[in-house]
């Protein structure tokens, strides 16, 4: 089945910037849709299940998902269209300028065509992993990235580990250090090749001190063993140029080795419409008003740049909403 | 005894300030570093009763959403933590369940109650 549609402006992404990016342009007089791969809308929130969100828009200390409810809900009762487990797979530009772009998008249904006037990036990032580290040795069963033990613990009620090591001090991984310990496994230590923690202060002492969990600056781990699956790895000391230090190196026995080395956003897609994007930080070229340098394309969120608290990324969702209604407005594409 | 001084960074706010607590004798209690008064207040607390808040997930007999993220809905003291964890962990969970409904009262004594922080669809959601 294939129906053709035809919006406004049309929102990739049902995190929080997404959300809030679709609320905005309605309130400015869209017709919006949202278009978001998982089968429920939240983003990345779904699984930040600690609290911490919202100290800024709402002076309280919310939970990850008790924070995406709110623009949930916000989002359902304004009456916004959405397309659930839905990919969006190509978009091309029209060939008018300023005519606006055709998205095709995979759903269960078979592939959808929409027409939209301007697009919103807000797709999040994704996490650094093993093969943008630089690690010795096998690559068995037993690595993960923060992110991606924390949707196995959080969402599938799995614990991946019973014994691990945390590479990175990036706040996701302190936060999966604790819940991992509340959850009963072994924490053995943080090590981080840099000098400082690389993660909020506040984290160091509610996920590490409180649970007398070792941090290690400037340690990294330079190799692992293990065919099937982790069996150990290998921990050294480095120099200030993060070199490894010889005779320093020490052998950890672990069933896990849980990284947690940085976040990039994710903006393939935007790519392929020709939107500049920086090789080394992935964020898109993007003026002051969020349009990236394709006009009538905006990012916002994770997608523009790494944020450190969800309350800004809302914010910048909601620029990049009313960015694209005044877009369409000038360019008359909007009444 | 004498003084007694503790180092801790401030966990209530974004900012994470260093603060150095001391208590002497007479149980007076001396704090440096803190930006506001809820930093001095947390340092109190540490030296005296030190509380978390606790948030984790609950299992349920749904094999669309095996858990449900949940918190509680006071601090209890740090060292009860794993007690209460463990009674958690003993919790199944049956939907339909609407984010802030309480899924359990009072653990372990401690006056906090278990609290879900998202919906739990009734089975059978596509
Ligand atoms: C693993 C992880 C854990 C994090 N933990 C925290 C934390 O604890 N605290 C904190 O403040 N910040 C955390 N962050 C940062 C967090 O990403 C932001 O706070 C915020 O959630 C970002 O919102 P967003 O809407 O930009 O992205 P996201 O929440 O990631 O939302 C992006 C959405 O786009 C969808 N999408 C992507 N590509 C497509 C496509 N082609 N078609 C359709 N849909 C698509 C995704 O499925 C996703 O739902 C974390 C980030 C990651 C990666
Ligand atoms: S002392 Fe005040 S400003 Fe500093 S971290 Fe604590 S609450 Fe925030």
Known sequence: ?335 | MDRREKEMICIVCPNGCRMTAQIDEQANIEVTGNKCVRGKEFAMREMTNPVRGLSTTVRTDSPELPVLPVRLSAEIPKARIFDVMKEINNIRVTGPVKQGTVLARNLLGTGADLVATADMPHQTEK
């Open chain 1, 1 to 335: 089945m294939s129906k053709e549609m035809n919006f406004d402006v049309t929102v990739i992404g049902g995190g929080p910037a997404g959300l809030a990016a679709a609320l905005e342009a309605h309130k400015a007089g869209g017709e919006v849709l949202l278009v978001e791969r998982e089968n429920r809308l939240g983003g990345i929130l779904k699984q930040c299940i600690h609290d911490g969100f919202g100290l800024v828009r709402y002076k309280e200390k919310l939970t990850g998902p008790e924070y995406a409810q709110r623009f949930i809900e916000e989002f359902e009762s304004a009456g916004i269209e959405s397309m659930l487990s839905t990919f969006v797979t190509d978009i091309s530009r029209n060939s008018n300028s300023n005519s606006g772009f055709t998205i095709k998008a995979v759903c269960s249904k078979g592939v959808e065509t929409v027409n939209t006037g301007a697009i919103i990036f807000a797709t999040g990032c994704r996490e650094r992993t093993a093969r943008q580290v630089f690690i010795h040795g096998t690559r068995p069963a037993g690595i993960f990235t923060a992110g991606t033990a924390q949707h196995l613990i959080n969402i599938q009620g799995q614990m991946p580990v019973k014994k691990c090591v945390i590479l990175g001090s990036g706040d996701i991984g302190l936060i999966m250090a604790r819940r991992l310990t509340l959850e009963g496994a072994e924490v053995e230590g943080v090590y981080e090749i840099q000098s400082g923690p690389s993660g909020l202060a506040r984290n160091v002492q509610q996920c590490l001190i409180d649970y007398d969990i070792p941090l290690h600056l400037s340690h990294t781990v330079t190799r692992v063993f293990g065919r099937d699956r982790v069996e150990a790895v290998e921990i050294c000391r480095v120099d200030e140029n993060k070199n490894p230090l010889p005779g320093t190196a020490r052998r950890v026995e672990c069933d896990g080795l849980i990284l947690s080395v940085g976040l990039i956003p994710e903006n393939e897609l935007a790519e392929s419409v020709g939107v500049t994007v920086n090789k080394a930080t992935g964020c898109p070229t993007c003026g002051e008003n969020q349009m990236t340098d394709v006009p009538g394309v905006f990012a916002c969120g994770n997608a523009l740049r790494v944020f450190d608290l969800v309350d800004y990324v809302s914010a910048s969702g909601e620029a990049a909403g009313r960015s694209a209604m005044e877009y369409l407005k000038e360019v008359g594409l909007h009444g």
